[in-house]
């Protein structure tokens, strides 16, 4: 089971960051009206606002690359999962990497597959 | 509600710390049978295990302080909430701070506090 819940992790992350990198309208597939993002400080509630404040983020390329994942299952609610993630981001024109830390809360879905329900996203600076 | 969810936060992350920093034994009080632990990717389940592992630590002391915390309700579970925090850790005899992130899924007791159910923490190497 804990093999599964870190398969499920690892396969969720390389979905979300691909996404985010080629095909960034495509996120508000894995979130849901009640999901609640908050980015760098800012929150955001509902699939509709988390879409468009990931889609106005004042870089159109970027490229995630993953360092750590680390997954648990969150036992309160039947079968979710909380993901912890690490890496850095590259921006366009940036010669420095941007260190960040994500976490997802996500929760399974009646048609067999996950949305997000919380995406809380820091940059790491040091 | 929102702002409930943030003091919640803030309250937690004050006593967590301050527990670890001064009185590390005692921080097997926030922690349930059920709880999980992720520590530099080794996992560790029960408040047992959790709380030997926090107290075998190779450091005795340990000076924590907090860069940010960002809270939401974890709508899954009635009352949940999950905690993201960054921040630096000062070991003994080290000049340089490290860096770290540290996630928390707390949930409700029956006497009206708080347990940790999930807790991950990783270093930001960069």
Redesign the interface.
Known sequence: M?DQVDLVGKVFVDHYYHLFDNDRASLCSLYQP?S?L?FE?H?VLGVDNISAKLNQLPFDQCRHSIT?I?S??????AG?I?V?V?GNLQLPGEEHLL?F?Q?F?L?PTAQGSFFV??D?F?L?Y?
Request: hydrophobic residues 20%; proline residues 3%; glycine residues 10%.
């Open positions: 804990e009640t609640m908050t400080g929150k750590t680390d648990q299952p969150s036992s309160s609610s979710g909380v912890f690490s260190r830390s976490m809360h929760i329900q919380n809380i820091r790491n040091g």
